[in-house]
């Protein structure tokens, strides 16, 4: 395995660029964080009509986040790549297309831990706010989502180390991501293909795990500034 990355690293690492599109475990790196990014603001976009008085939007809205859940990532993935050229007329290369249906498909798990943080606070915040003048969407922007952030983050963390797995699917659609670039060098080395997976394993590891130990700390942070808050005043 160390003379494949002896070799090979840079392949690995950004594919054929700048001779090609940027690829590799850089582009998975890249797909991930720019997925998670983005999807906060649709997940937070998704998350009002969740939480609406008026029940036929809350549960229009709720089907949708349900559909968009309860059907496979891949096949997500080929709708977009497929559907959307023939819908509009536009056609992206399959790193964009592969962006658009992770932003889609993790904005709609991320409306559901914005719910969950919102409606972990407690109600007297928001009722001692509006008391005292504040409206509903500044209640919501000053007081109930900065908390609901920072008691969200843990799973803001695991939702990148699924965003990294995820990115495997985009070789379905050509994406040279860190998968379709190790599997593409064990087709350039049949003979060495064992150790090939074996490398692509643990750099999926090597990016994942990190994300675990942070998520773990982070939550045992959550969960005791929490205690402290709820702890009655002596």
Known sequence: MIEIL???????LI??????PLGGLALTVILAVSGLVLAMPVGLLM????????????????????????????LHVLWV?????????????????????LVLFNGAYISKIVVAGI?????????????LGFGRVQTMRHIVLPQALRNMLPSLVSQLSLLIKETALGAAIGATEATQTF???ADNLPGQAIQVYA????????????LLLIGRRLERRVGKAQKIATEPAS
Do not use: N, W
Not at 82 to 99: K, Q, Y
Not at 119 to 131: C, M, Y
Not at 199 to 210: E, G, I, Q, T
């Open 119 to 131: 409606d972990a606070l407690p109600r007297g915040q928001t009722e001692a706010a509006l008391s």
């Open 199 to 210: 490398l692509l394993a643990l750099a999926y590891f090597a990016l994942c795990y990190p």
């Open 81 to 101: 790549y497929f559907l959307m050229p023939a819908i509009i007329g536009v056609s992206f290369p399959p790193a964009i297309t592969m962006l658009i249906t």
């Open 183 to 185: 599997l593409d060098l």
């Open 15 to 20: 594919g054929g660029f700048p001779h090609t």
């Open 6 to 12: 002896q070799t090979y690293g840079m392949q690995l």
């Open 47 to 74: 998350a009002v009509p969740l939480r609406s008085r008026f029940r036929p939007v809350k549960a229009l809205a709720e089907l949708i986040v349900f559909y968009i859940r309860s059907v496979p990532l891949l």
